[in-house]
């Protein structure tokens, strides 16, 4: 099994950043890939970024794209999401994912979940 906790959720204004962490444990192994998800209220879970554990390629939504980077640290077995010029829209609470090879970044082909932490993003 895997084991993630995410962290760095919180308020902030419009047009401001925040760091979201994801640290993984567990059977690190057995991750092809590390993503994030979203779900406001009222909505269904959508995809926001996605990487590759050993590549490091990459995947975004088009509504996140350019603002957004996610990355990975190895050595700490974390993922990031850096979220830059956030909007109200961007507001949800954010869930960290992973998919086993041969699955896909969809809430589907995802195997392990973590809790979720909430962004709110106001003025």
């Known amino acids: 099994q895997v084991q993630l906790v995410e962290s760095g959720g919180g308020l902030v204004q419009p047009g401001g950043s925040l760091r979201l962490s994801c640290a993984a444990s567990?059977?690190?192994?057995?991750?092809?890939?590390m993503g994030w998800f979203r779900q406001a209220p009222g909505k269904e879970r959508e995809f926001v970024a996605a990487?590759?554990?050993?590549?490091?390629?990459?995947n975004y939504a088009d509504s996140v794209r350019g603002r957004f980077t996610i990355s990975r640290d190895g050595a700490k077995n974390t993922v990031y999401l850096q979220m830059n010029s956030l909007k109200p829209e961007d507001t949800a609470v954010y869930y960290c994912?992973?998919?086993?090879?041969?699955?896909?970044?969809?809430?589907?082909?995802?195997?392990?979940w973590g809790k979720g932490t909430l962004v709110s993003v106001s003025s």
């Open positions: 994912a992973t998919v086993p090879p041969g699955a896909t970044m969809t809430t589907y082909g995802v195997n392990y």
């Open positions: 567990g059977s690190i192994f057995s991750i092809y890939a």
């Open positions: 990487i590759n554990w050993r590549g490091g390629s990459t």
